[in-house]
C-alpha cells in the first residue's frame, strides 16, 4: 500500500473516531492519542506540521498542558472569566441565539490569540485544543465550540486555514509583514545575515514551531522588498541584505 494511501486511510479513521463521540474526557482522549501515535511518527516524516497538530509522546502532552497552565495564569487578569469560571459560567457553555454566539466567538477569539502567543504555537487544530484547558471546560460540544472560535478568528484575520477539513489552522498573532521586519531587524543586529531555516528555527525559539512552509512565505516577503535574496532556495539558504 502506498503512503498516500496509508495517510488518507489513518486521516478516515481519526474523523471516524472523532465522530462517533466528541465529548471524551480527558483520559479517553489521551488514549485516542496514544491509539494513533503510531500513525502520526509515520505521517511526521513526511509532514512538517503533523508534531505541531497533535502531540506525539507523553512528554510532548505534559510538556503542551504545562505551557497551557502558565498561559493561562498569565492572562487571568485580562480575561478575567478565565479565572473565575464559577462566575462567569455562561462563558463555558455554547451560545443557542445566533447574535449571541458571534459575541461568544470573538470574545474567545481574542483570548485564544493571546493563549497561543504565549505559548509560541503558531499552528494548532481543533484536535489539540479541545483536550487542552481551558477549551476542555466548554459544554455541551467543546469540538463544536472550538470550530465556531477558529472559525471566527479565520473572519477576523487573526489566522487563516491550513486544513479547514481538519481543523488545522496557523495562528497569526503576528502578521507575516511584521514577522519579516523582526526578521530582517534581528538579523542585521545580530549579524546572522546568512543562514538556512532550519538554522533559523533553531536561533529564534519564537519560530521553532512555525512550519518551514509558512517560514518560507516570511521570508519571500523579505524577498520581494530586495531586503533579502535566496542563495540557494533548494537548501533553503537565505542572505538578509543591507
Known sequence: MSKEKVKERSKEKERDE???DVELTKEEWLDLLKKTREHMVS??????????VMPVTEEEEKQLE?????AIEKLSQRFVWIA??????FMFVIPTV????????AEWAGFTVDYCREMLLHIVSTRTLVMLDPFNDIRPDRHQAVKIILGVLVKEELGRWIDEAEGIIRITWKTDEEWADEIR???LKTGRTTFTLFKLKEYRKDLASLPKSELRIILERLVERKQAKWLDREREVVEVLV
Open 18 to 20: 472523532l465522530r462517533a
Open 43 to 52: 505521517i511526521e516524516a513526511e509532514d512538517e506540521t503533523a508534531v505541531l
Open 185 to 187: 531587524q534581528w538579523a
Open 84 to 89: 473565575k469560571r464559577g462566575r462567569y459560567g
Open 98 to 105: 445566533e447574535a449571541d454566539i458571534e459575541q461568544w466567538g
Open 66 to 70: 504545562e505551557l497551557a497552565k502558565k
